[in-house]
């Protein structure tokens, strides 16, 4: 008797999610701000954000840099902690752990 109870009460549970049917949209009203290669890392932080000329000049514009290696970044004269601190958050970003926060704009 009890299962019976328990039976229909899941199966609404498990309906389809409203993402899936459509006429539903995903709005959001949250603009994503720009996002350059000065803003990531000066989202980093700890003293990274002093390569920001080198590394705008060197490789232009924030989706090179996040498929930027070791290799390179050490050719431009970068100190290993902060390579491995651009490297960390570069490959968090890319899989979506981190992302930079957004500073509010002053007017």
Known sequence: MAWRQIIPFNRRAFSIPSNLVP??????????????????LKGVGKGVEAHVEKLESEIGDLPKL????????????????HRKLILKYTHKYRVGLWRPRAEPVKS
Do not use: D, Q
Request: glycine fraction near 8%.
């Open 23 to 40: 006429g539903f949209a995903n709005f959001s009203s949250k603009s994503t701000p720009y996002l350059g290669i000065p803003e990531f």
């Open 66 to 81: 996040l498929v930027t290696r070791t290799l390179k970044l050490k050719k431009l004269g970068i100190p290993c902690k």
